[in-house]
């Protein structure tokens, strides 16, 4: 790794600001290099620093701590480095200290960036010409410097290019004409419920007309809203004009996850088979969902995809589902692979939490999404195609020019699935408003009920939490809110016959029953580390199991092991964010059974597909998982562990994410009082600039 020169001296248009170690590189060095062994910053953005004295060693040290900051926030979800907001509050701008670690006499970036102001950085970075390039000149070259500063914004350079090569992407679909069909009016009239009880405005039929004009449209809103069936409609709608001309339109459908991609396939089965369509159109409703990593074309050992701009999709439409999980990266290589004709239309709410990875696009490109901004003539154009009336919706006029993207967008505000009488749908929204005391409210509320749907107050430190999580709740009638024995009770009771062979279809039922008895319940952390962490919860579950006896094992393999993928494996065809359990299974050649791990297919197509524990190098028991991993997801009984401390990671989208991955039932574990107060009031915001 190389280091600063032990000549160095401080060029005399770098101004001397900041504290002595941002006037000593070897001190500025030394400092970074004590984050790393302490695990505040990755080898890599140290590395990153090296690197650039590899190619100018009298790098200043004002440049090389931001380089090393700028890293550092990608590894923290962020796009770039904002110089002023990080000299406004460094701790909490830069997530230092790491969750739940004490300062260990580190100097923290407070005291480190004490002094410093945002125009004496930026004046030393811009002067650092080896290095830095202005936005506006990179933008007319790429002369190899590693790093661009836009304003306050410092980018690595390839990820102000993601940025860029997504709005000019996307603009350019906003600049093409007016496209729908031309009985779209009849053709929504015929596709959406107009009865007197049917919401309104119709959001969903808003949503079908908008997207069916543009060759870029987004369609947001929270569970239940109805995004899958606003699109299946759509496809519905354009496949009808279409086929009426003889040429029917070749539909890709893709969501980022295995499990994202076979929800959405299993809901446009089933709703396409419901609509009035003629045979024709119905058969040229696709069905089958890939995850994008296939629909693109993966090559295994590299970020490249066998789609491009040079090697553009064979499609006329692309749809995306689960949107939120995108990054930056991979947007711009899914707008790179699209025909230019082609529509992109993606789904998601714009409240969960955004992809692990660096960027929240769709919440970018959602920011107007809340008050529509639709200009007076998108409004009169939505009025009049869709025999819909905004007014009365607290809509805000928009402007074309500040508001572009809003002109393809559509929020769906009417949930179907937690209406008022919800107490998840009535906790969510509670959740997603800021609102501490409506929140709490709520609880009270659900904790009065006969029959809640909504639990809360308990103690992680309580026996009763064993019993929670291996048996969830008594509850009147035949449903119930079950927990991790449930699933270990299908694996036993619901095995085929002794003496089945290998290859009967009854070990695939059976492993699919037991997946989807395991979906039944699922324990979310915000944390991995720690008690309260998703390592130190998987270990207690599999213990209590143990003490159970519904598991012969809790270390290493065992029959009911759940795990998650967590590194793409092209050989086996598993993705990371693919869930198996391991069975015990007959052999093909009438030997002993042997473990296998029996898996979902991650494309979309129905079935199991089994693979050798010795073959998965890259899991992780999952009893217990983050929030985070959970998108995409959905469990008929969700439990939310908070810890008992506060960190930058509890976050009011964590919160709402949680509690929305829940279909029938959702329990709240606290650990300390004030936690769930202080994540309801504090916001994700992810660091960027893009921009349509």
């Keep these: 790794m190389t280091d600063a020169p032990a000549n160095y001296e401080l060029p005399f248009d770098e101004p001397a600001a900041g504290s002595p170690h941002l006037r000593d590189p070897r001190a500025l060095l030394a400092v970074l290099d004590a984050w790393v062994e302490h695990g505040w910053l990755r080898r890599l953005d140290r590395a990153f620093v090296g690197f650039l004295y590899e190619c100018q060693p009298n790098t200043g040290p004002l440049v090389a701590v931001a380089a090393a900051l700028a890293s550092h926030q990608l590894g923290h979800g962020h796009v770039c480095l904002d110089l002023a907001l990080t000299l406004e509050r460094p701790d909490e701008a830069l997530s230092l200290p790491p969750e739940g670690e004490a300062t260990a006499g580190l100097l923290l970036p407070s005291d480190l960036l004490a002094g410093l102001s945002a125009q004496a950085w930026r004046d030393a970075l811009a002067a650092a010409s080896p290095l830095v390039v202005d936005a506006a000149a990179a933008g007319r070259r790429d002369d190899g410097r590693p790093l661009v500063l836009d304003a306050d914004r410092l980018y690595l350079r390839r990820y102000w290019d993601f940025e860029q090569r997504i709005a000019a992407a996307l603009r350019e679909r906003l600049r093409q004409p007016d496209d729908a069909p031309p009985d779209l009016p009849a053709a929504l009239a015929r596709l959406f419920d107009t009865g007197p009880d049917a919401p309104r405005p119709d ?24 995004k899958t069936t606003t699109v299946v409609r759509l496809l519905a709608l354009l496949q009808m004009s279409a086929c009426a001309q003889g040429r029917p339109l070749r539909i890709l459908l893709s969501a980022p996850t295995g499990k994202a991609a076979a929800r959405l396939s299993a809901s446009i089965a089933e709703q396409v088979g419901r609509l009035p369509l003629a045979e024709e159109v119905r058969a040229a409703i696709p069905t089958g969902v890939s995850t994008l990593h296939r629909l693109l074309g993966s090559r295994p050992d590299t970020r490249h995809f066998r789609y491009h701009a040079g090697n553009p999709l064979l499609a006329d439409m692309v749809v995306v589902d689960e949107a939120s999980m995108i990054d930056v990266e991979m947007m711009a290589s899914l707008v790179a692979a699209l025909p230019p004709r082609a529509r992109l239309v993606l789904l998601g709410d714009k409240d969960q939490l955004a992809s692990v990875e660096a960027g929240a696009v769709l919440g970018d490109l959602c ?35 500040r508001h572009a993207m809003a002109q393809q967008t559509v929020m769906l505000r009417h949930s179907r699935r937690f209406g008022a009488g919800s107490g998840i749908g009535r906790l969510a929204r509670a959740v997603n408003a800021g609102d501490p005391q409506a929140v709490r409210a709520v609880l009270a509320e659900e904790g009065g009920r006969a029959e809640p749907d909504v639990y809360a107050a308990y103690s992680p430190r309580a026996q009763a939490l064993d019993r929670l999580l291996l048996d ?18 299908i694996m036993q009771t619901e095995r085929p016959q002794p003496g089945t062979p290998a290859g009967d279809p009854a070990w695939d039922a059976w492993a699919g029953a037991v997946l989807a008895a395991f979906d039944a319940f699922r324990l979310l952390c915000a944390v991995r580390k720690g008690d309260l962490g998703v390592e130190g919860m998987n270990a207690r579950i599999a213990r209590a199991l143990l003490a159970r006896g519904l598991i012969g094992q809790d270390q290493g393999w065992y029959e009911g092991r759940p795990v998650l993928v967590t590194r793409n494996d092209y050989g086996l065809g598993l993705m990371n964010g693919d869930i198996g359990i391991a069975l015990r299974v007959p ?39 983050t929030v985070h991993k959970s998108q995409g997801s ?41 936690t769930l107060e202080q994540a309801v009031a504090r916001r994700v915001r992810r660091i960027s600039g893009l921009a349509v």
């Design 367 to 401: 920011r107007d999404a809340e008050e529509g901004r639709y200009s007076p003539d998108t409004r009169h154009w939505l009025e009049s195609v869709s025999g819909e009336s905004l007014d009365g919706a607290g809509l805000l006029p928009g402007d074309p020019a």
């Design 203 to 226: 959001w969903q039929k808003l949503a079908c007309a908008l997207a069916a004009r543009g060759r870029i449209a987004i369609i947001t809103g929270g569970p239940g809203t109805g």
């Design 634 to 674: 959905e469990f008929a009984h969700t439990a939310l562990l908070l810890p008992d401390t506060a960190s930058p990671i509890l976050t009011r989208e964590l919160v709402y994410t949680g509690i929305t991955r829940a279909r029938n039932w959702f329990t709240l574990i606290e650990s300390a009082p004030g």
């Design 587 to 625: 052999q093909p050649d009438g030997g002993d059974p042997m473990l296998r791990v029996a898996f979902l297919r991650s494309d979309g197509a129905p079935g199991v597909r089994f693979a050798l524990p010795s073959r998965l190098n890259a899991v992780d028991t999952v009893y217990a998982m």
């Design 472 to 489: 969830g709740h008594a509850a009147p009638g035949a449903a119930r809110p079950v927990g991790y024995a449930y699933y270990l009770q």
